[in-house]
């Protein structure tokens, strides 16, 4: 009989069998290790439900090797090699033709990595070359004042590096240079959302909103643009803004608000000669011709030669009516460049200036008298030569047919200017006699009058005969300065 237990065959006539041991012992009282048993019906056969459990499935043959024995390098557990897992830890041992499987794998994804970066960064440094080189051709572009081919290059540059700021804004820049201002503003209006404190973004809207007459937010943003960020040499940068600020203020005629920024320049005390000489020529624009001075000498402590500083402090001087120190000025001017012919033709009616000008400081009622007195007789020379050269009778008779045809260029006898010559020569002939250097020096209080004359005559006649004597220049210098002073 075949009796199959635990999956094992057992075939005997008469056994004991203990698979509790795991081994079978015959009546003969040897052990086997794996044995065919046929056992009758009569044979007993006991277990034990523990035994059972530790059986092993399967009995190898006594024909089959004995596996090799591994140890567990987890736990040091020794264990056959066929056993997948270490009975005692559960650790799975590696062989070495998966250790090296596995070494292979990885160092195939480690150069595939590798290869995946290396040719990402070559993308990359190919765009980052290209789009520096479309962007350099912008630059030259926009030097050589062509704005629609440089938006051209910017725009290609941004799309090999979309996120660059910088050339979004040349891009905005060229767009406004090439009055193209919707896209302009579009740029200039995400560039701001995203960098509110930009410096030069906030510079370029403002020169967006000049070009489109919007005065208010144009000077937001030039304040915005001197109170902002600037990534480069920002004092410089500030102290720029505020000039062109202040220019166009000039521009829009506000000038108590270009006056409070020039003002503020000159606190902020810009470095540079050529920024304090520019300086000084605005505030003389806006009437401030002692703060011109010190603008200017600030440029003389470090340029003692610069003509144009030499310049500019003489006019200020003669704004002041300081006409020894604007004569000194010019004088230094002209001495220092030679070209400045202008200037010096300016030299001598300041000159000539200073040699009439009855009202300079230090001189005696002797000199003064002379000086009024002659400045008088000027006048009425200038009258005369003026009416002949227009043709006007300073008289009541009307003028003659024959000195208008010679004119050129006659009033007619009731012409406003006209009677204005005939009413000053009148006014002229009753001063004569007390217009004297000796009437002069026992009335002085005749000098202001006589002088108040003179002036009238010169800017009367200014605005029809032309002013050529050196003499005349000088009064009518005088005269202008006089009713400034008054005003």
Known sequence: MIQVCSSM??????????LKSGTARPAGGARLQACIFIAPPSCRFRASLDTV?????FMPSVLDSSPAIISCSNCGTEFPQNIGRCPGCGHIPSTRSSQIVLAATLLLIV?????????????????????????????????????????????????????????????????????????????????????????????????????????????????????????????????????????YLLQQQKLPQAEAELVALQADGPSAPADQLLLGNLLLQVDEPQRAI???????????????????????????????????????????????????????????????????????????????????????????????????????????PASAQSAGSALSANSPAADELQRLYAAGTQKQSSATEPALRKNPDALEPTMQFVFDVEKATASICAVTDKSDRALLLLARHESEAVK
């Open 294 to 400: 010190q603008a200017f000498d600030a440029v003389l402590q470090r340029e003692p030669d610069s003509a144009q500083a030499w310049l500019g402090k003489a006019h200020a001087s003669l704004v002041l009516a300081d006409y020894k120190e604007a004569e000194h000025a010019i004088s230094m001017a002209v001495d220092r460049d030679p070209n400045l012919d202008e200037a010096r033709q300016q030299l001598e009616v300041v000159r000539e200036l200073v040699r009439l000008d009855p009202a300079l400081q230090g001189l005696s009622l002797a000199e003064r008298s002379q000086r009024t007195a002659e400045a008088f007789q000027f006048a009425l020379r200038r009258i005369n030569a003026c009416a002949a050269q227009q043709g006007i009778a300073l008289t009541s008779q009307s003028s003659s």
């Open 9 to 18: 065959i057992v075939s005997t006539e008469s056994c004991e069998l203990s």
């Open 111 to 247: 150069a595939g990595f590798a290869l995946t970066q290396y040719l990402v960064n070559v993308h990359r440094d190919t765009e980052s070359s290209l789009a520096t080189r479309w962007f350099t051709r912008g630059e030259q572009a926009m030097q050589a004042n062509m704005p629609a081919v440089a938006a051209d290059c910017y725009r290609t540059a941004l799309s090999y590096d979309p996120e660059n700021t910088q050339y979004r804004l040349h891009l905005a820049q060229a767009l406004l240079a090439d009055n193209r201002l919707a896209e302009a503003r579009a740029h200039l209006g995400s560039l701001w959302e995203e960098e509110p404190a930009d410096g030069e973004v906030n510079l370029t809207l403002a020169r967006l909103y000049v070009k489109r007459g919007d005065y208010t937010k144009a000077v937001r943003y030039y304040s915005n643009a001197i109170n902002g960020v600037w990534s480069e040499e920002p004092r410089g940068h500030r102290i720029a803004t505020r000039f062109e600020l202040a220019n």
């Open 53 to 57: 459990e530790r059986t092993p499935l």
